[in-house]
């Protein structure tokens, strides 16, 4: 079983509708969530990033992390075909004072495709 | 630079032979990592640089693959006797890290090697 999991998807909703992506994870010493947003042919551009349990919004993006139930969710309002990319939810645990990051450990990626 | 930078973009070799693959970091970040990722699946932790040293090399998925970064900035990744299976997108970030607080991690658009 992986750490994490993550509906690869395709997954295809019209111009302007609500998109929900989420991921579990088995690992408790995950403390840092992050959702990631890549393009075809390039790298992961951070999108939205959380510590521990709750919600953070940002425009039209709103993510929320469940601890308790291993889960985090990205929601998208107003979705638009710009946001048509590969979602990429990515966790680390405790960070080292003087390492600073530890690894990220990443889901498989949900590729999303809004339709004008 | 402006961002991550890698070269070669795109790298076709065949079975056997060596490949080197180079990461130019955002200026002034510290922290450097090296993730593959293969065809619809996210990206796979290989090794974390803190300045000159591998501070996690956990990643590597065995001896034909090892990691430099002397002078604390261009890191080479290097893979010795390619396989098929090496055949993936190898992505190298940057951060910067700031008293311990996890940093955001820029990514280059990918080094995509190709083992024939």
């Known amino acids: 079983q992986k750490e994490v999991e993550q509906d690869p998807g395709p997954l295809s909703v019209p111009e302007g509708a609500i998109v929900s992506l989420n991921c579990t994870y088995s690992?408790?010493?995950?403390?840092?969530f992050m959702w990631y947003r890549q393009y075809s042919r390039k790298g992961p551009e951070l999108l939205m990033y959380?510590?521990?349990?709750g919600n953070k919004e940002d425009g039209r993006f709103t993510a929320q992390v469940d601890k308790s139930s291993k889960y985090i969710s990205l929601f998208i309002r107003d979705s638009q075909p710009s946001d048509s990319a590969t979602y990429l939810c990515a966790m680390s645990g405790a960070v080292d004072k003087n390492f600073g990051n530890e690894k990220l450990t990443f889901g498989t990626g949900t590729r999303l495709t809004i339709i004008p | 630079g402006a961002g991550v930078s890698q070269t070669p973009s795109n790298k076709v070799t065949e079975k056997g032979k060596y490949v080197e693959l180079r990461c130019d970091p955002i200026?002034?970040?510290?922290?450097l990592y090296w993730y593959r990722q293969s065809l619809g699946q996210g990206p796979e932790f290989l090794i974390y640089?803190?300045?000159?040293?591998?501070?996690?090399d956990s990643g590597l998925p065995n001896d034909r693959f090892f990691a430099v970064r002397p002078e604390g900035s261009v890191s080479t990744l290097k893979i010795q006797r390619t396989e098929r299976g090496d055949s993936a997108v190898y992505l190298c970030a940057s951060s910067l890290i700031q008293a311990g607080i996890t940093g955001e991690l820029f990514f280059g658009e990918g080094s995509r090697l190709t083992v024939l």
């Open positions: 959380t510590y521990s349990s």
């Open positions: 200026s002034g970040h510290t922290a």
């Open positions: 640089f803190q300045g000159t040293g591998a501070a996690d």
């Open positions: 690992n408790s010493a995950f403390q840092y």
